[in-house]
């Protein structure tokens, strides 16, 4: 109890609990059911031609993302920092980083978006700081400084027969290694869960949290709408230090592969969160909690939502579904293992709003992880369909809707990403995700004016881009602007709209029914193999015609009277109960 107590009292005495009261959420947040689309600064828009993408670029594709149905932007860090991790290293919390513009550029982002009805969130990075930040910089000074206890400092366990000294047990760097990094001028190690040049903070230090709690609200105030939190499971290790258990074999790295127990997800995080929560609340517009959630299944995702008190993070992120079947290598279209995610998620989080995710800046493109070379295109409508009709958040990356895909480098002195260059050839990085977004045909696909962009704009932009694929009526962008407006319009697509999962289906398919407050049922049926299937529909909207409102490569156009209906191969209908 003491540290709540602590945090209390340091929050009372800057008069910030004292200056807010909560105000009353709506009926319906403005995130449930919401549409968020993942934008990388970097590769997005560049507005003033030095090959990197900024706020400003943002800003000028705001009317794209709002034809395409997008209610929330998240944007990756923007923060000053020495991009040695492309913005997840912060020098500086309470800045613009002058190569994305200036906070005069982000203040005007804010308001053109809110023009707009699209909301602006915040990554924000409250695991590590750049080893630039003044914090660290303090902190590294002296074992005496008041910051030194910021970071997780720790004397050698020994010395080796050379004098090494060795550090204080087996934890690893996420990114190779070990996660102790040697200081000599004050003769302890500090920890690092990421790169060197990321210092974990300490968050068992009240004034930790106190400081970041700050850094909060300085963004609120600013008018975003809420936060993705970067890492969040990593913020506390286990005190005592000891080793994690070893699971046998080694990574790309080299490095024993560790079951990482003692410094991910201990629980004493739900305790910040929870106290996160409540600084959030103070604000009004429903502002959003959102965190990077890797979990082992939807019991323990359960618990990220605070459980049946749900006062944690309204949307942990799910990535059972999108990353659960193609995490490790090549996805699999398997029917059965996205019925019974889905239904998990829809029975087992006591009634909370999944947020689904099948791309992200981290991870190969779900294009390449579920595609089979043949049916690329009727694949990849299958998984907007998923995402963007099951009763979710939906979470879109930059490009997804285009069907972009990773373009990893060939040559290891092409990569920018460290861990490319640290793991090659078994860890070739993330620079394949993360190519500039192809807006034209035209030279730079249109994201800049320069010949040289950060990352080498994809050869396929010729043929796959936004201008394109406007044109072009049975393209993947206009699957996804006509199921987000489906979204929007259709009754047994709101928010609180019911789901249920068929669950007694033909093995490669996949179908579910939405019913809104008119009383309609929507019948979504999805083939999932290289066969035509054929459902019985009668079971689950009845005898009565149903109304096409969207077919991928399926025959029906209008109505359809019979109830056995058969789908083509790898297609998508989506029909509405009728009269």
Known sequence: ????????????????????????????????????????????????????????????????????????????????????????????????????????????????????????????????????????????????????????????????????????????????????????????????????????????????????????????????????????????????????????????YGDPNLNTIYTDNLPEVHGVIARMRKVVAAYPDDRVLIGETYLPNVEELDKWYGGAAKNELQLPMDMLLGFGSGYAGHGKLDATFFRNTINAAETKLQGSEPLFVFSNHDNPRDWDRYSDGVHDLQIAKILATMLLTTRDTALLYYGEELGMKTHTPTRVEDVQDPIGKLGWPKEKGRDGERTPMQWTADAQAGFSTN????????????????????????????????????????????????????????????????????????????????APQTLDTSAYVGTGALHTLAASNAPQNNSVKSKQVTLPPFSVWVAEQGQ
Not at 167 to 195: C, I, L, M
Not at 503 to 529: E, P, Q
């Open 1 to 252: 109890m003491l540290r709540p107590i602590l945090a209390t009292l340091l929050a009372l005495s800057s008069g910030t609990l004292l200056a807010q009261t909560a105000p009353t959420p709506t009926a319906t947040p403005w995130w449930k059911g919401a549409v968020l689309y993942e934008i990388y600064p970097r590769s997005f828009q560049d507005s003033n031609g030095d090959g990197v993408g900024d706020l400003n670029g943002i800003t000028s594709r705001l009317d794209y993302l709002q034809k395409l149905g997008i209610d929330g932007i998240w944007i990756a860090p923007a923060y000053p920092s020495p991009q040695v991790d492309f913005g997840y290293d912060i020098s500086d919390y309470e800045a613009i980083d002058p190569q994305y513009g200036t906070m005069a550029d982000f203040e005007k982002l804010v308001a053109a978006a809110k023009q707009r009805h699209i909301r602006v969130l915040m990554d924000m990075v409250l695991n590590h700081t750049s080893d630039k930040d003044p914090w660290f910089v303090q902190s590294k000074s002296s074992r005496t400084d008041p910051k030194r206890d910021w970071y997780v400092w720790r004397d050698p366990k020994g010395y080796d027969k050379d004098g090494k000294p060795i550090p204080p047990n087996n934890w690893q760097s996420v990114f190779g290694h070990s996660a102790w990094e040697w200081d000599a001028g004050t003769k302890q190690f500090y920890y690092h869960r990421f790169y060197v040049q990321q210092p974990d903070l300490n968050w068992r230090n009240p004034a930790v949290e106190k400081a970041m709690f700050d850094v909060l609200r300085f963004w609120l105030d600013k008018g975003v709408a809420g936060f993705r939190l970067d890492a969040i499971p990593s913020l506390f290790e286990d005190p005592a230090m000891r080793n994690e258990p070893e699971k046998g074999g080694t990574n790309a």
């Open 451 to 530: 010949a040289h962009t950060w990352l080498p704009v994809a050869a396929d932009h010729t043929t796959l881009n936004v201008v394109s694929e406007e044109q072009d009526p049975n393209s993947l962008l206009r699957w996804y602007q006509q199921l987000t407006h489906l979204r929007d319009s259709n009754p047994a697509f709101a928010p609180d709209a019911k789901i249920n999962v068929l669950m007694n289906t033909a093995a490669d398919v996949l179908a579910y029914t939405r019913a809104g407050a008119d009383g309609k049922l929507v019948l979504v049926a999805i083939n999932m193999s290289d």
